[in-house]
């Protein structure tokens, strides 16, 4: 049996596993709480993977069965659209079957609420008692649910180019979908807003094998293999790809990837510049706790408020929708995901195609960073990821380093009973002479994540310190793993 994790249920499909009856018995946990809390409709979504639109008409024909009303789309959509949906067509709750950037084998199922917003551990804690208890209830599924119209699709597209509002002219961009959701969304919106975009024609095939990409993560260089080869032939600056459901993007530009820190770095000052010039002044930011702290300074000096949140989209989501009071300027987090405006709240890398377009018709990339690094300090970060032999282990590991002790380590922070106004989560934070280090177990696979921060005045500087503390943490961990 799959529980809810940080990205919803996730398992290989094999029987037993992530397989027919997973998603049915999930389908009727999350119908009971509907009808519990008298809700009625449900938007259902899913990718490109395997399986992904056999599984997302059980789910439907399960609610259909529960007698709520089911809605499916006509076709593979981006997981942000699925956030769109639901908000615009006033659903009661949403589904989507993605499995996001993990390997081909794999796939899930996550849940939304009805603005938007991927359901927090107070609704999932709820779900995962009813979804244990649906294991053994009988489930009636009823081939009944409606498509949605294709319109919605179209005005999704239409109101990306509107929020962001920018002429691109004149850019040119290499756009992979690696065989995802994006193929259709991505070229259309940027073309909109008058870029020439170069399709890696290989790729915008719809294909769950994801058969020309090492991997459909694009956080990592052996996805973006294709992206680079194109942009060399076509000799273009700009190249972006996004995973399967389209809620995270990788960057090239000019032959160096960017990280998803950079990425957000990049929007967060041209978001905040543009805010400031429209006159207001009682913007927010929002990040997780593991993201740069390179926004610190950028959010004072602009007057901006900042937030941080424990790691997971749907966190940022939900504090936009609670902080109605405030203008919502960015919301973004390291591993690639970024969002802005009203129309979804998860992230969107639709949209975040269209923002960074519209940065590199304004700058060369990395000569803004370059001067932002000489203005607030160069703030480098690396992601360092454990693996052992089972999930407990893992667990084991995590405790033993709460109670680590050591001389170069000026203060540890347990997130668990929440701190500084952010959620309790299962996060350490290790504050080190020189930088400092979060740490977080998967709770779901047999990993564990340290994100190395350090900041120095030179790039060289912070190089070698990013690169001797990540060295130390390698070294903490193995020293507990004996």
């Known amino acids: 049996m799959i529980l809810f994790g940080t990205g919803g249920i996730r398992g290989i499909m094999r029987e037993g596993e992530f397989d027919d009856k997973t998603v049915a018995v999930a389908s009727k946990g999350v119908a ?14 899913y990718d490109t993977r395997n399986n992904s639109e056999r599984f997302a008409k059980i789910a439907a024909s399960v609610f259909a069965g529960e007698g709520l009303e089911a809605y499916l789309f006509q076709e593979p959509v981006p997981t942000p659209v699925l956030s769109y949906g639901v908000r615009k067509l006033k659903m009661d709750m949403g589904i989507v079957i993605t499995a996001s950037h993990n390997p081909p084998e794999y796939n899930g199922y996550k849940v939304y609420t009805s603005n938007g917003v991927q359901a927090i551990p107070e609704v999932t804690d709820i779900l995962t008692d009813l979804v244990k208890k649906a294991w053994e209830e009988p489930i009636t599924a009823v081939e009944k649910y409606n498509y949605v119209s294709k319109d919605v699709l179209d005005d999704y597209i239409k109101e990306c180019a509107q929020l962001i509002n920018a002429k691109l002219d004149g850019l040119k961009v290499v756009y992979s979908p690696l065989h995802g959701t994006g193929a259709r969304f991505v070229p259309n919106l940027l073309r909109v807003l008058g870029a020439e975009v170069i399709e890696v024609t290989e790729q915008m095939e719809h294909n769950g094998n994801f058969p ?46 960017l990280t998803g820190n950079q990425v957000g770095i990049l929007l967060s000052d041209k978001l905040i510049r543009d805010y400031k010039a429209s006159g207001r002044n009682s913007g927010m930011l929002i990040k997780t706790i593991v993201s740069t702290n390179m926004v610190v300074p950028m959010c004072q000096e602009n007057n901006v408020q900042l937030f941080e949140v424990p790691t997971g989209f749907k966190f940022i989501g939900d504090l936009v929708e609670k902080r109605k009071d405030l203008d919502f300027i960015l919301g973004f987090e390291e591993s690639c995901g970024y969002l802005t405006g009203d129309m979804a709240r998860d992230k969107d890398a639709v949209l975040a195609c269209g923002l960074v377009a519209k940065v ?120 507990l793993d004996k």
């Open 360 to 479: 590199a018709k304004e700058y060369d990339l990395l000569e803004r960073l370059d001067e932002l690094y000489k203005k607030y300090g160069y703030y480098i970060e690396k992601l360092l990821n454990f693996e052992f032999g089972s999930v407990q282990k893992a667990y084991d590991i995590y405790e033993k380093l709460k109670k680590f002790e050591s001389s170069d380590i000026v203060n540890v922070v347990d997130y668990s009973e929440g701190y500084n106004g952010v959620i309790p989560n299962e996060t350490l934070r290790f504050e080190f002479i020189t930088g400092t280090v979060f740490v977080r177990p998967s709770g779901t696979e047999p990993k564990m994540k340290a994100y190395v921060m350090v900041k120095a005045e030179t790039m060289e500087k912070a190089t070698e310190k990013v690169e001797k503390l990540a060295q130390r943490m390698k070294d903490i961990v193995k020293e």
């Open 32 to 45: 009971n709480y509907m009808k519990m809390n008298n809700l009625k409709s449900v938007l259902i979504a």
């Open 212 to 257: 020309t990409a090492k991997t459909p993560n694009p956080e990592d260089d052996r996805a973006l293999e294709l992206l680079r080869e194109y942009m060399e032939k076509y000799n273009v600056d700009l190249g972006m790809a996004t995973d399967p459901d389209a809620d995270r993007v990788g960057v090239v530009y000019k032959g160096i990837r």
